[in-house]
């Protein structure tokens, strides 16, 4: 409610500069209290939804950073890009939790289950990947025949959908593996 209020506020335009490339993810944590972006020029950018301040860059590489979330939670963010690689911070000190390793080209989505227990990656690797946050750990592997650009996951965590480049929309049961 206190973002949807900034925004009638500033008659519905709040911009967030700092980004020196294409930016390709946005996510606002659970509390509204900070929005996160993540760009070409290989930064994520953590900013105070309310001023607008920048709180934080986050820079490990060089490379896009396509992805970015925030846990239900609220106290973690995850990354993901064209490293290859899934980053876990802390969202209070901004410390590197866990790289998760795993796909074998550039990562285009990420999305924690609704209790927070698990997130999924997908991307250019035709790989969907389930992880265990908390332990930085690969719980499941999901092969598809597409480059995943989005994921959803059901509210009780029993399905995930994943969409890309094939045109379809791929609903696995996370149980037994079929679509």
Not at 10 to 22: E, K, M, S, V, W
Not at 54 to 74: I, N, Q
Not at 80 to 102: N, Q
Not at 127 to 150: F, H, K, N
Request: charged content about 25%; hydrophobic content about 40%.
């Amino acid at each position: 409610r206190l973002l949807e209020d900034l925004c009638r506020e500033r008659d519905a335009r709040f911009t967030l500069r700092g980004h020196t490339g294409i930016v390709w993810s946005v996510a606002i944590s659970p509390d509204y209290s900070r929005l996160l972006s993540a760009g070409a020029d290989g930064s994520v950018k953590v900013w105070e939804t309310t001023s607008g301040k920048l709180l934080h860059h986050l820079a490990d590489s060089r490379l896009p950073v396509h992805a970015v979330t925030c846990s239900p939670d609220g106290r973690t963010l995850a990354s993901g890009g064209r490293d290859f690689t899934v980053t876990l911070r802390d969202a209070a000190s901004f410390e590197v939790r866990h790289r998760l390793k795993g796909h074998k080209d550039a990562i285009r989505t990420l999305v924690f289950s609704a209790d927070g227990r698990r997130l999924a990656s997908g991307g250019e690797d035709k790989q969907l990947l389930i992880w265990d946050p908390a332990e930085g750990r690969l719980l499941d592997q999901l092969p598809e025949t597409m480059s995943v650009e989005c994921l959803a996951f059901a509210p009780d965590g029993s399905l995930i959908a994943a969409a890309g480049t094939d045109e379809k929309v791929h609903l696995w049961n996370l149980a037994t593996h079929e679509l």
